[in-house]
T-cell receptor, first 111, second 117 residues
Framework: SQQGEEDPQALSIQEGENATMNCSYK?????LQWYRQNSGRGLVHLIL?????REKHSGRLRVTLDTSKKSSSLLITASRAADTASYFC???????????FGQGTRLTINP | NAGVTQTPKFQVLKTGQSMTLQCAQD?????MSWYRQDPGMGLRLIHY???????DQGEVPNGYNVSRSTTEDFPLRLLSAAPSQTSVYFC????????????????FGPGTRLLVL
């Protein structure tokens, strides 16, 4: 079963706007990771946030983690056409050796 | 460094045939894993390995075998292909989870597209 569930499943915005995607999970985690997948390609790691962290930044990306609500969000600011891709969250449960992926959010940036 | 490489890129099989998907990494990563991705879906873990000689099952292991005789290679074997195994297969690696306490940043290969007729 999927540990992480992304919301929304699909998001379409205008270039220059901000995009926010959410991920909810069910059990205690060691860390949560966000990945991007361009059509037909492999996944690329974006950010890893640990259970004792609340926010991390990387360029135009901002990830937050709320362990009390078991949720995370990925914010992409000043979106570009090249940000069009699917975005996946993945969770590493406490004590587990597996990384479990959600079903992803399909982001489309319109010029 | 080549990173994570997968061969073949594309394969067509007939039902009942067997084959091996190859995965290799040159980053000296201890942790390796295989996922399958079906249309519109996320990735589902098939098998993983925390080091040479150690493998374990993921969410969807049935119909697949793995072995890990070296740190670099982690082949995935389809024993008797079925149409339900039509998918895109991704191999990934990361450094030792025994140090980190859990799976860390995964480096993915480009994928193998498999069609079973």
């Amino acid at each position: 079963s999927q540990q992480g569930e992304e919301d929304p499943q699909a998001l379409s915005i205008q270039e220059g706007e901000n995009a926010t995607m959410n991920c909810s999970y069910k059990t205690s985690i060691n860390n949560l990771q966000w990945y991007r997948q361009n059509s037909g390609r492999g996944l690329v790691h974006l950010i890893l946030i640990r259970s004792n962290e609340r926010e991390k930044h990387s360029g135009r990306l901002r990830v937050t983690l709320d362990t009390s609500k078991k949720s995370s969000s990925l914010l992409i600011t000043a979106s570009r056409a090249a940000d069009t891709a699917s975005y996946f969250c993945a969770t590493a449960r406490e004590g587990a050796q597996k990384l479990v992926f959600g079903q992803g959010t399909r982001l489309t940036i319109n010029p | 460094n080549a990173g994570v490489t997968q061969t073949p890129k594309f394969q067509v099989l007939k039902t009942g045939q067997s084959m091996t998907l190859q995965c290799a990494q040159d980053m000296n990563h201890e942790y390796m894993s295989w996922y399958r991705q079906d249309p519109g879906m996320g990735l589902r873990l098939i098998h993983y390995s925390v080091g040479a000689g150690i493998t374990d099952q993921g969410e969807v292991p049935n119909g697949y075998n793995v072995s890990r005789s070296t740190t670099e290679d982690f082949p995935l074997r389809l024993l008797s292909a079925a149409p339900s195994q039509t998918s895109v297969y991704f191999c990934a690696s990361s450094y030792s989870i025994l140090v980190a306490g859990g799976p860390e940043t995964q480096y993915f290969g480009p994928g193998t597209r498999l069609l079973v007729l």
